[in-house]
């Protein structure tokens, strides 16, 4: 990484990707807030680049429901409503029931070493409320199972759930006691170690059910849009 937070790597696909993951971490950050809007020519000049993968980064976002572009205001941050969150963690309930299911047959020891180091990561962040750290190393579990699945289908979906939810979450986290939620990945984790797809599926569905319980429960419903969308 640069100074900038960008890859120093080369080609407009790369780079955009690269301004996509710096843009979600300050959206988790609070470096941009609810509302704001995130001018394409000062990013830009910032990172040094043109605006082209600033754009493309921004309409991948829009693409995911992070940001919301409209054509005279440019791009701002948006907030879901809770209900909004917990739909998709309910869809991710029966893609990660899948994932989980698919990826028993394919599991290698490496792959059980690295859903454990993630488990281990999930609980050493949350001993150090690192909520951020966290929620990265939660969604590298999950993506770890949905690649393990050796399903594209699967992997497509995920890919595109993932960051949305990941991204509102954690700015959920310090307002709840999320200890039970996070323990509930060694079931999984068990479960695939056990090589048993039936459990795997089953405590994969029943964790994110609980996630979007806790969303619905608990995200604040005055949060709701932003207010640069309530707008259009």
Request: negative net charge.
């Given at each position: 990484?640069?100074?900038?937070?960008?890859?120093?790597?080369?080609?407009?696909?790369?780079?955009?990707?690269?301004?996509?993951?710096?843009?979600?971490?300050?959206?988790?950050?609070?470096?941009?807030?609810?509302?704001?809007?995130?001018?394409?020519m000062r990013l830009a000049k910032e990172l040094g680049t043109s605006q082209s993968p600033v754009r493309e980064a921004l309409?991948?976002?829009?693409?995911?429901?992070?940001?919301?572009?409209?054509?005279?205001?440019?791009?701002?941050?948006?907030?879901?409503?809770?209900?909004?969150?917990?739909?998709?963690?309910?869809?991710?309930?029966?893609?990660?029931?899948?994932?989980?299911?698919?990826?028993?047959?394919?599991?290698?020891?490496?792959?059980?070493?690295?859903?454990?180091?993630?488990?281990?990561?999930?609980?050493?962040?949350?001993?150090?409320?690192?909520?951020?750290?966290?929620?990265?190393?939660?969604?590298?579990?999950?993506?770890?199972?949905?690649?393990?699945?050796?399903?594209?289908?699967?992997?497509?979906?995920?890919?595109?759930?993932?960051?949305?939810?990941?991204?509102?979450?954690?700015?959920?986290?310090?307002?709840?006691?999320?200890?039970?939620?996070?323990?509930?990945?060694?079931?999984?984790?068990?479960?695939?170690?056990?090589?048993?797809?039936?459990?795997?599926?089953?405590?994969?569905?029943?964790?994110?059910?609980?996630?979007?319980?806790?969303?619905?429960?608990?995200?604040?419903?005055?949060?709701?849009?932003?207010?640069?969308?309530?707008?259009?």
């Amino acid at each position: 990484m640069g100074e900038s937070g960008l890859d120093p790597a080369f080609g407009g696909e790369l780079l955009s990707e690269s301004v996509k993951r710096l843009l979600l971490d300050r959206i988790m950050q609070g470096h941009y807030k609810p509302g704001e809007r995130i001018v394409e020519m000062r990013l830009a000049k910032e990172l040094g680049t043109s605006q082209s993968p600033v754009r493309e980064a921004l309409r991948d976002l829009a693409a995911i429901g992070v940001v919301a572009i409209h054509s005279r205001r440019g791009a701002r941050v948006r907030m879901p409503t809770s209900k909004e969150l917990a739909d998709v963690s309910l869809v991710r309930s029966e893609i990660d029931a899948l994932a989980a299911r698919l990826a028993v047959a394919q599991l290698d020891d490496r792959t059980i070493d690295e859903l454990q180091g993630a488990y281990d990561e999930m609980l050493a962040c949350l001993e150090r409320q690192d909520y951020l750290g966290m929620t990265r190393a939660d969604a590298h579990f999950h993506q770890t199972i949905a690649q393990a699945s050796a399903n594209l289908a699967v992997t497509r979906v995920f890919d595109q759930l993932e960051p949305f939810a990941r991204t509102f979450i954690t700015l959920t986290l310090p307002n709840v006691d999320v200890r039970a939620i996070v323990h509930e990945h060694k079931g999984i984790l068990t479960a695939l170690q056990k090589r048993d797809p039936q459990a795997a599926a089953e405590r994969a569905r029943t964790h994110q059910i609980n996630v979007s319980n806790l969303l619905r429960d608990h995200y604040s419903p005055d949060i709701g849009l932003a207010q640069g969308e309530q707008a259009s």
